[in-house]
């Protein structure tokens, strides 16, 4: 619809109407409180938008953005089974992008930038699902790899990208994680923009999503305590074995007065706590 733009941009937190066909950028859908109910990608395209949605929320975007849907002139339609998505990462992404979008012009692909998933460049496919075989096919032969979950979660971990329904959720508020791929403090307004803003100029969160450096090949599970002299002040999010770093990574919430970089915490791993330090987001090489 018309609106689409404009609907859409008084609703999240990133600058929509700003987005020229074919760009990309990240956006949190958030409460009243400035708390996150959903993370999307908002795709622009030449008439109509796509908005990727973490798995298994579609029908929960459905229906929390069609509550604010009056008198504007957009509607919304569930594509996910008539839709493949595929994902292109590395210095070469671009140029196999392009080559893929040559070849295959008649199924009408589609690219454009990501936002950070893996911490490089970044291109994202979308094409009818019944085209997704050849569109992979096309890309094994323009020098692609197929990319495992774990090497990817190891990717994403490294860069520090939030998954949401992970690292963050609807407890969380959008400044105590790394927000500025999915924020805009220019634009108008949005709700829970006034959260976000007095939390900008006049105060602060008590805890933030950090990086962990942890000593030893041991990974922690998902909730396990960050501690400091013992007393709990922080909670694990994400870990890997990092491919990249060789060494055990996680993302995880700390509180503020021991967030700073460098600063030396504990990961409790089982019955013993491991020696860590916390690390700014990317994690440095």
């Not at 595929?86 to 199924?107: S, Y």
């Not at 998902?222 to 993302?251: C, H, K, N, P, W």
Request: hydrophobic share 50%.
């Amino acid at each position: 619809g018309r609106d689409r733009a404009s609907f859409l941009h008084a609703l999240v937190s990133n600058d929509v109407k700003a987005l020229a066909t074919g760009q990309m950028c990240g956006a949190t859908l958030l409460d009243i409180h400035g708390k996150v109910q959903l993370v999307v990608l908002v795709w622009a395209m030449e008439e109509r938008i796509l908005l990727i949605t973490p798995p298994g929320t579609a029908a929960f975007a459905l229906e929390a953005f069609d509550k604010y849907l009056f008198s504007e002139k957009a509607y919304f339609t569930d594509v996910t089974a008539d839709t493949a998505l595929a994902m292109l990462a590395g210095p070469q992404a671009t140029a196999v992008a392009e080559r893929i979008a040559g070849e295959l012009a008649d199924v009408d692909v589609r690219r454009a930038p990501g936002i950070g998933e893996t911490g490089g460049a970044e291109m994202w496919i979308a094409v009818p699902a019944g085209a997704a075989a050849r569109v992979w096919q096309a890309a094994l032969d323009a020098g692609a790899r197929p990319v495992g979950a774990t090497a990817l979660e190891s990717l994403r971990i490294e860069a520090g990208t939030p998954l949401f329904g992970r690292d963050v959720d609807d407890t969380v508020l959008l400044p105590e994680i790394p927000a500025a791929p999915l924020l805009s403090h220019s634009k108008g307004c949005y709700p829970g923009q006034e959260v976000v803003v007095r939390i900008r100029d006049r105060g602060h969160v008590n805890r933030m999503l950090r990086g962990l450096v942890i000593e030893g090949p041991a990974v922690p599970e998902r909730g396990a305590e960050v501690v400091v002299d013992g007393t709990a002040v922080g909670r694990v999010t994400s870990a890997t074995l990092s491919i990249g770093l060789g060494r055990a990574i996680a993302l995880g919430f700390v509180r503020r007065q021991h967030a700073e970089a460098g600063a030396a915490v504990g990961v409790r791993i089982g019955d013993a706590v491991a020696p860590a330090r916390v690390s700014d987001l990317p994690f440095a090489g």
